[in-house]
């Protein structure tokens, strides 16, 4: 490949696609710790740790809080759970029927925020993953419409899984595999990076092999633009982005692209199908399960992003654009794997 950007042909995606030696057990194929999913976005986890191993990833650990890996557990017997420490909210409730000094009760709810602590569970996965995605449904705060009355603790709730990203982020930093930041990710890296009130620090560069897959407004969230101007010129400010953090980027959307700074590529395959909830869960799944198969990241990003559109085509063509739902694209995923190896 030269420095041009270039439209991504299936022939050259299959020459992508890693080999599956016969001589093999799971850990050939590669580990994955996914480490995804919140209270409200149980789907995200489910479908990105499922995509990973449809890809072929020998092995995949979703750490999560232990709703949401009892969730994803009832839909499927084949993720490995590590379920991570949660810290209960104590929230006050003031009734006002009653007088003040009567009025105070304290309550806890379970709003499934990942504890600190829950860092030091990570140690050995950390060690053991040869790839890990971070992101996908781990919301950053846990939003307030559940709580009828909140009062002293807003900033509890408000920080929600804050405190677990930025240690994340800390111990990532140094972190040899590659890295799939996504989604919730993105959006805790733009929070640190413009709206904090600690802005002015600066945050742990991002690992050496990391890939963010921001859709248009992730992106305009992280370099601080608006929408329309990375939509008028999506190629550039992808690049802007690969160099300012020093990773491969996959600005998604019609015609995603794929860049690592130098070299960038155009995706041609994929349709309206794939502007569905969770579809985007689906390819950070796609790319980390070739990642942990031994592809590197630009290379996994090109394959996972091919694989994604023309596993969405597949499905269109029987179900309709219209009706696709991100969990179908699961099933087709094997179909478009057997297109790219007929070819
Ligand atoms: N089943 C699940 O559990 C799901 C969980 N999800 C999770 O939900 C969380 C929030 O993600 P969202 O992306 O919904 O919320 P965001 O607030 O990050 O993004 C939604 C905003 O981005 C804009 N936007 C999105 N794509 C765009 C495009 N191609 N061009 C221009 N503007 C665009 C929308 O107009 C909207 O304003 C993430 O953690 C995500 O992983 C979602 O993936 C949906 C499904
Ligand atoms: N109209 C479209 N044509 C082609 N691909 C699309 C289209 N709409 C969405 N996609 C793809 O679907 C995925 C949507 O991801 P994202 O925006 O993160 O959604 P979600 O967070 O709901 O999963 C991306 O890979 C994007 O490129």
Redesign the pocket.
């Known amino acids: 490949m030269d420095g041009k950007m270039k439209t991504l042909t299936q022939e050259y995606i299959k020459t992508l696609l890693p080999n599956r030696p016969q001589d093999s057990h799971k850990l050939s194929f590669g580990h994955v710790l996914n480490i995804a999913g919140s209270l409200h976005y149980r789907g995200?986890a489910y479908?990105s740790s499922i995509a990973a191993m449809r890809v072929g990833a020998g092995y995949v650990t979703l750490a999560s809080s232990p709703g949401v890996c009892q969730s994803v557990s009832t839909l499927t017997p084949n993720i490995v759970m590590h379920p991570l420490l949660t810290r209960p909210i104590i929230y006050a409730e003031i009734n006002p029927n009653v007088e003040e000094s009567v009025s105070i009760e304290l309550q806890s709810i379970d709003t499934e925020s990942i504890d600190e602590k829950a860092l030091l569970q990570l140690d050995d996965k950390l060690k053991q993953a040869n790839v890990i995605s971070v992101g996908?449904g781990l919301s950053i705060a846990q939003s307030k419409d559940q709580f009828t009355v909140t009062m002293a603790t807003e900033d509890v709730i408000a920080e929600g899984n804050h405190g677990f990203f930025f240690g994340l982020l800390a111990k990532l930093h140094t972190c040899q595999q590659s890295v799939i930041f996504?989604?919730d990710a993105l959006n805790f890296i733009s929070h640190l990076l413009h709206h904090s009130k600690n802005s002015h620090q600066s945050i742990p560069s991002l690992p050496i092999k990391s890939i963010i897959?921001p859709?248009p407004k992730?992106l305009a969230r992280l370099l601080n633009i608006d929408v329309n101007d990375i939509q008028n010129n999506r190629a550039h400010y992808a690049k802007i982005a690969a160099k300012q953090f020093g990773a491969t980027v996959?600005l998604?959307?019609?015609?995603?692209i794929i860049t690592d700074g130098e070299y960038t590529l155009i995706?041609p395959?994929?349709?309206?199908?794939?502007?569905?909830?969770?579809?985007?869960?689906?390819?950070t799944g796609i790319i980390s399960g070739f990642c942990a198969q031994g592809v590197s990241p630009l290379n996994a990003a090109c394959l996972g992003?091919y694989l994604?559109?023309l596993t969405?085509d597949l499905a269109a063509k029987e179900l309709s654009e219209y009706s696709v739902l991100?969990s179908d694209l699961l099933d087709y995923i094997p179909k478009a794997i057997k297109q790219l190896l007929r070819q």
């Open positions: 995200a479908l996908s996504d989604a897959t859709h992730e996959v998604k959307g019609k015609n995603s995706n395959t994929g349709n309206s199908a794939l502007a569905k909830a969770g579809s985007g869960d689906v390819l992003v994604h559109g969405g991100a």
